[in-house]
């Protein structure tokens, strides 16, 4: 799979869902004149459909172009004239609900206008918030070592603004290490922190020797942002998971500061990795030299796919309000492909929300393939959770 379907910000299903269901809605106008149609036929006259007729342009305002809402107008008037002269001659009495059909039909072609106009202006600010996301989340190698990997940022629909989402996999001598992380708030402030985070992950994952050093430079980065910071910035922190593999790939380290615990994918199977010890979200920890930094460690089977995501996927409610579970979604036989895996749990939040997101979720998936001088010899390998911690 290339480059741009695995790491590229494409559209889940839940943007398909939202235009088809922008269809059916778009059939409402229609749908109420006709319902004042079948009402006057089957009643002989009798039940008076004017409010149906009445509300078909002002129900077009929002969902048709300035040209249909008018032209739902015109054909509510006309089957209201119909109607009329089916039954008897018009009288001037008659005039006062037809001029006020006229008069809903202006006011619903004006507030078009003016939902036109706001739309576009979300629009445009979407286009350039995503633009400017991209920009400071440039997009990940499809391959790392052995590890195969995907990503996937998803909007949420009500936002305009940048995310404070991000994630990051980093090549070095000590081994691969990997990162997802949440940024309180949104907006330029958002932006300021997570370019901060990335760089001194950047840094501190080349230069320092140990996933504790990793995490302490990370939390140094984030305290003095903070200390020289004023208004809401100045009160930021960021949940994060901060994960390690060895360059010989046999163990797998994590260090949990208040982040969604990660899920490991195997033989069909979606096992939690979450902390022994709970830890405070980068920014809320004052940390000395000699304090310890809880590193929990587990097996990392080859063909498993390791899934870091933000709180955008697992507090994703439904109508009734129910959070969203993946680990449901994720028991079941995925083939040894990380997309897949991003695919299947984006396609479960939509069902689960009705395809509309509340929150950013940033997702990062990766698989470990196997050596190339053992490519044929994987069976046997079990996804299971190490006791004890990193050194």
């Known amino acids: 799979m290339g480059r741009e379907a695995r790491n590229g910000r494409k559209e889940s299903s839940s943007g398909e869902e939202s235009t088809g269901r922008g269809r059916r809605l778009r059939r409402l106008p229609a749908a109420i004149i006709v319902a004042a149609l079948v009402l006057s036929f089957f009643t002989r006259g009798g039940l008076n459909t004017f409010p149906l007729l009445v509300a078909a342009p002002v129900a077009a305002a929002p969902l048709l172009s300035l040209r249909g809402t008018i032209a739902t107008g015109v054909a509510a008037n006309l089957v ?41 202006d979300l629009r445009t600010s979407r286009e350039v918030a995503a633009v400017l996301q991209r920009a400071v989340l440039p997009d990940l190698p499809d391959r790392v070592g052995r590890l ?26 000590h081994g691969i290490r990997m990162l997802i992380a949440d940024v309180r708030g949104k907006g330029v402030e958002a932006a300021r922190t997570v370019n901060a985070l ?15 050093g990793v995490v302490r430079q990370l939390e140094d980065r984030m305290q003095s942002g903070i200390r020289h910071a004023s208004g809401a910035e100045a009160e930021s922190f960021a949940t994060a998971v901060v994960a390690e593999l060895p360059p010989d790939y046999s163990v797998l380290r994590v260090a949990n500061r208040g982040h969604e615990a990660p899920l490991l994918v195997h033989e069909g199977k ?11 979200p980068l920014g809320l920890d004052l940390l000395d030299a000699d304090d310890e930094i809880p590193v ?31 680990v449901p979604a994720l028991s079941r036989h995925f083939p040894p ?30 698989t470990l393939d196997p050596p190339a001088s053992t490519a044929s010899d994987t069976s046997g390998a079990t996804a299971r959770p190490r006791e004890g911690a990193s050194p």
């Open 270 to 280: 979606a096992l939690l990795l979450g902390p022994t010890a709970p830890a405070l």
């Open 296 to 326: 929990d460690l587990f097996d990392l089977p080859v063909g498993a796919t390791l899934l870091l995501y933000t709180d955008g996927i697992n507090e994703a409610r439904d109508a009734d309000g129910t959070f969203f579970d993946p």
């Open 198 to 212: 990335l760089g001194s992950f950047h840094e501190a994952s080349d230069h320092r020797p140990d996933l504790p």
């Open 148 to 173: 195969a990997v995907a990503t996937r940022y998803e909007v949420a629909h009500k936002e305009a603004s940048i995310g404070g989402d991000l994630f990051a996999v980093h090549e070095t001598p």
């Open 337 to 366: 492909d990380p997309d897949a895996v991003l695919d299947a749990v984006l396609s479960a939040v939509s069902r689960h929300t009705g395809g509309n997101f509340q929150d950013d979720a940033a997702l990062l998936a990766v």
């Open 80 to 120: 209201g004239l119909g109607l009329v002269f089916l039954r008897r001659e018009p009288t001037v009495d008659e005039l006062v609900p037809f001029s006020s059909l006229v008069v809903l039909t202006v006011v619903a072609a004006f507030l078009n206008v003016l939902l036109t106009r706001d739309r576009a």
